[in-house]
């Protein structure tokens, strides 16, 4: 049975080290990827707030042309293609879907759906359009989804969302064990069906 996937994009479909090299360059700063222990990169940068957001509003449409996809993730895309809807949900504004959908079809990148909100609240467009399952890399988005939702929430682990997580939150390292978490849970609910169709036999 086809399930609805909903599907963040940046950190989560492309590699969650996209905007490292942009922020260097820009601030003239050496950050590792695992210096970056919060999802906010104010803190880590040499720039007042306002000045770090203006430019990162002027950037975004490079970065996001730019960003190389995570490992692994074409391939799992093109195997749940057939299999169910893939529904990609980000913060990005509206104005940027030409860069996202571009973005897609340079890398060979399935979607049945792509809704760009604006916000980081996935919660509103998570119900409405049904989503049985969220991928997501921001912590407070995942623990959000998966109470309010009551849906299971694949959360990629990266070294910015290590606060602790309640047990529908589904941690993992990449997206083969996303994939194969999915394969799992999808034959377990395979299995509960059919008992109760045998059961009401």
């Excluded at 003239?28 to 000045?51: H, I, M, Q, R, S």
């Excluded at 057939?82 to 879907?97: C, D, K, T, W, Y």
């Excluded at 070294?159 to 047990?167: A, E, F, G, M, R």
Aim: some cysteine; hydrophobic content about 40%; charged content about 25%.
């Amino acid at each position: 049975m086809k399930k609805r996937f909903g599907i963040d994009i940046d950190g989560t479909v492309t590699c969650p080290t996209s905007m490292l090299p942009f922020i260097n360059k820009a601030f003239n700063l050496k950050l590792a990827y695992e210096d970056v222990t919060e999802y906010d990169l104010t803190p880590f940068v040499n720039v007042p707030a306002g000045e770090f957001a203006k430019w990162f509003a002027d950037s975004e449409p490079v970065i996001y042309e730019q960003s190389p996809p995570a490992k692994g993730v074409k391939s799992v895309l093109s195997k749940w293609e057939n299999q169910h809807e893939l529904v990609f949900i980000s913060a990005r504004g509206s104005h940027l879907l030409d860069v996202t959908k571009n973005w897609f079809l340079a890398h060979g990148l399935t979607y049945h759906q792509i809704e760009l909100i604006g916000s980081h609240d996935k919660v509103e467009t998570a119900k409405k359009n049904n989503i049985d399952i969220f991928f997501e890399d921001k912590h407070d988005n995942a623990v959000m989804i998966c109470e309010e939702c009551n849906i299971p929430v694949i959360l990629f682990n990266t070294p910015y969302n290590q606060l602790p997580v309640p047990t529908g939150v589904i941690r993992v390292d990449n997206w083969y064990e996303a994939d194969k978490w999915v394969d799992n849970w999808m034959n377990l609910r395979d299995e509960i069906r059919e008992r109760a169709v045998i059961k009401k036999k």
